[in-house]
């Protein structure tokens, strides 16, 4: 899976290590083109021709027009076909991008995430569609670096060497605070962090809240707080998760002392039996989540960009939500519960300042050392 486009950003990679993890796994973030293909097949070149723009929008218009959205018992069922963004992403080319400002960017951005997220809602049987799209904002318009990847709040720096699934042995390469940040809380999760968890779901089972922001189209995935943080203040649960609070607030000070990062949230999340959680990504690139593993006895599978990873019981692992990733549970498979923890990207400090969420302003940023 690698392409004369994949050999040159291989060159610039950060590491040898990050180089070596890139080229087994295809995931070169060269403008996104990774290269479907299985032994003895010709690379795909990609699903929008030079000169296409013309068909695939008109295959979205006709497609919107005629509100055949599919109905979910659950979820946000009904959206409103995306016209004006179908509209408004047809107006810009590769040249009038170029010299867009950053708030144009960032509109431009959220209309494409709306259009491939009704697709994804409502349009699956059309998601070569969303492919195309993708593979024009990367290939063509430069919005994106990795057609997985779709976010409005995008962080172009940082966008340049997102990987989806970040290996245990990048990490400690890259960020080895976070590593070793890591390494602690997989010590206490099952002796504390699991088993307070557990107690909590006994004894308080009215904080367990279902998932807010109608992504589960079907079944049940609930979640319960622990840690937040807004505003440079952090608050935790330390009534009914004391050790559970130690371990992250021992989690956040190390992210912080290295000045790569801190918790924005703590939470636990359960993915019951028969739900179906759509393809969806992040809102910014600017964050990274760590998954741990409290339960997943029958093995449900994450699907990220195209990875497909399993939740093990007592190991965490590093991920990027915002390239696209979908979870489905059967009716057979049992209850899989993590703990989730949202945290800001390690480098984006490095890079001084930061995507606003609300209107894609660059702000800046100091060091967290001055924070302390």
């Known amino acids: 899976k690698t392409s004369v486009c994949s050999l040159a950003w291989l060159a610039m990679a950060p590491s040898p290590l990050f180089r070596l993890f890139v080229a087994v796994s295809g995931l070169a973030p060269c403008w996104g083109q990774a290269l479907d293909r299985t032994e003895g097949e010709q690379p795909r070149v990609g699903a929008v021709e030079v000169g296409s723009d013309d068909l695939l929008f008109a295959q979205l218009r006709e497609l919107a027009a005629a509100r055949n959205d599919t109905a979910w018992a659950k979820g946000e069922a009904r959206d409103a076909p995306p016209l004006a963004e179908l509209n408004a992403m047809a107006a810009w080319g590769p040249k009038k991008v170029a010299t867009?400002?950053?708030?144009?960017?960032?509109?431009?951005?959220?209309?494409?995430?709306?259009?491939?997220?009704?697709?994804?809602?409502?349009?699956?049987?059309?998601?070569?569609?969303?492919e195309s799209l993708m593979e024009r904002a990367v290939e063509k318009l430069g919005l994106f670096h990795n057609k997985w990847q779709w976010a409005?709040?995008?962080?172009?720096?940082?966008?340049?060497?997102?990987?989806?699934?970040?290996?245990?042995?990048?990490?400690?390469?890259?960020?080895?605070?976070?590593?070793?940040?890591?390494?602690?809380?997989?010590?206490?999760?099952?002796?504390?962090l699991a088993e307070e968890h557990g107690k909590a779901v006994r004894q308080s089972p009215s904080l367990v809240k279902e998932h807010s922001e109608g992504l589960h189209v079907a079944g049940l995935w609930t979640v319960l707080k622990v840690?937040?943080?807004?505003?440079?203040?952090?608050?935790?649960?330390?009534?009914?998760?004391?050790?559970?609070?130690?371990?992250?607030?021992?989690?956040?000070?190390?992210?912080?002392?290295?000045?790569?990062?801190?918790?924005?949230?703590?939470?636990?999340?359960?993915?019951?039996?028969?739900?179906?959680?759509?393809?969806?990504?992040?809102?910014?690139?600017?964050?990274?989540?760590?998954?741990?593993?409290?339960?997943?006895?029958?093995?449900?599978?994450?699907?990220?960009?195209?990875?497909?990873?399993?939740?093990?019981?007592?190991?965490?692992?590093?991920?990027?939500?915002?390239?696209?990733?979908?979870?489905?549970?059967?009716?057979?498979?049992?209850?899989?519960?993590?703990?989730?923890?949202?945290?800001e990207h390690p480098d984006l400090r490095a890079t001084g300042y930061r995507i606003d969420e609300d209107g894609g302003r660059k702000i800046r940023m100091r060091k967290l050392v001055h924070e302390l």
């Open 152 to 192: 409005e709040a995008y962080h172009e720096d940082l966008g340049a060497h997102g990987l989806p699934f970040v290996p245990r042995e990048v990490v400690a390469h890259r960020w080895p605070e976070l590593a070793a940040a890591i390494s602690e809380l997989e010590a206490q999760l099952i002796p504390v």
């Open 227 to 343: 840690f937040e943080a807004s505003r440079g203040k952090s608050r935790c649960n330390d009534t009914l998760f004391p050790g559970s609070c130690k371990a992250l607030r021992a989690f956040d000070e190390a992210l912080r002392r290295a000045d790569r990062g801190l918790i924005t949230e703590g939470r636990f999340a359960t993915l019951h039996p028969g739900a179906k959680v759509i393809t969806h990504t992040a809102s910014t690139n600017q964050r990274l989540k760590v998954h741990c593993g409290i339960s997943n006895p029958d093995h449900v599978e994450l699907r990220i960009a195209n990875l497909s990873l399993i939740w093990k019981r007592g190991e965490c692992m590093l991920i990027d939500d915002s390239f696209e990733h979908e979870i489905e549970s059967s009716a057979n498979q049992r209850v899989r519960t993590i703990l989730e923890i949202k945290v």
């Open 100 to 130: 867009a400002r950053l708030r144009e960017k960032f509109r431009l951005r959220e209309a494409q995430v709306r259009v491939c997220e009704w697709l994804s809602r409502h349009q699956f049987r059309h998601l070569h569609l969303r």
